[in-house]
């Protein structure tokens, strides 16, 4: 991994990825594995169709009975995407959103799990 020019280059075989620095607001997180490099982001990013946030943890209660949740900012209802213990689960069958900020699970999550988030804003 290498940094310049408001760049982070990482180079893996067989493909090369670039981020550009200036387009994130978070954390990027590295971690090699014997078979690939896994990259996770969590904060904002800005690109020419929009700012979407990545990996945000919504406001509610993960107890086994609460199934609401709300995120920090307005979405595009389209743009959402729900993570369950790191599994993007489905929106229409374990999910549903309601206006621009809350989400529905049709689950509830039971202590130890988490719920993480990735949408466009609205």
Same mark, same amino acid.
């Given at each position: 991994m290498s940094v310049?020019?408001?760049? $982070?280059? /990482?180079n893996t075989y067989p493909q090369a990825v670039t981020?550009?620095?200036n387009d994130l607001t978070g954390e990027i997180s590295v971690f090699t594995r014997p078979q690939n $490099?896994? /990259?996770?982001?969590?904060?904002?990013l800005t690109t020419g169709s929009g700012s979407f946030i990545i990996g945000e943890t919504p406001a509610g209660t993960i107890n086994g009975s609460n199934a609401t949740?709300?995120?920090a900012q307005g979405f595009d209802p389209a743009s959402v995407s729900v993570f369950l213990n790191g599994v993007n689960i489905i929106n229409g069958v374990d999910y549903i959103t309601t206006g621009t900020n809350t989400i529905l699970l049709n689950v509830s999550p039971v202590n130890g799990d988490y719920l993480r988030v990735?949408?466009?804003?609205g």
């Open positions: 310049s020019n408001d760049n $982070v280059s /990482i981020l550009n620095i $490099v896994v /990259i996770e982001f969590n904060g904002a949740f709300t995120t990735n949408y466009k804003l």
